[in-house]
Nanobody, 119 residues
Framework: QVQLVESGGGLVQAGGSLRLSCVAS????????MAWYRQAPGKQRELVAG???????NYADSVKGRFTISRDNAKNTVYLQMNSLKPEDTAVYYC?????????????WGQGTLVTVSS
């Protein structure tokens, strides 16, 4: 069974930075696209940033220039460096991955990590 586990959330003042990490663990699996989503209270979950196996990235307009997604394929880990944080970035951040496990293709989610940005 493959799992995604996030870490790195917390409370930060506006203008500050945080780095989120998400590691995939299990046996006999391959990871393809990885991404970060977020869900603020009362709002739908939205894509923040995605990255392919080859390192091609895409970002939501609201975070372009402030957030950077990266991955370490050897460590099965994806990161989200968040700079110049704003109160509107407050949300639960979820890691997402397209995974092949054995003969199955799965869309996996992490449990979420809370990011709170105070003004």
């Amino acid at each position: 069974q493959v799992q995604l586990v996030e870490s790195g959330g917390g409370l930060v003042q506006a203008g500050g930075s945080l780095r989120l990490s998400c590691v995939a663990s299990g046996s006999d699996f391959s990871i393809y696209t990885m991404a970060w989503y977020r869900q603020a209270p009362g709002k739908q979950r939205e894509l923040v940033a995605g990255i392919t196996t080859g390192g091609i990235t895409n970002y939501a307009d609201s975070v372009k220039g402030r957030f950077t997604i990266s991955r370490d394929n050897a460590k099965n880990t994806v990161y989200l460096q968040m700079n110049s944080l704003k109160p509107e970035d407050t949300a639960v951040y979820y890691c997402y991955a397209d995974v092949r496990s054995g003969s199955r293709y799965l869309s996996l989610w992490g449990q979420g990590t809370l990011v709170t940005v105070s003004s």
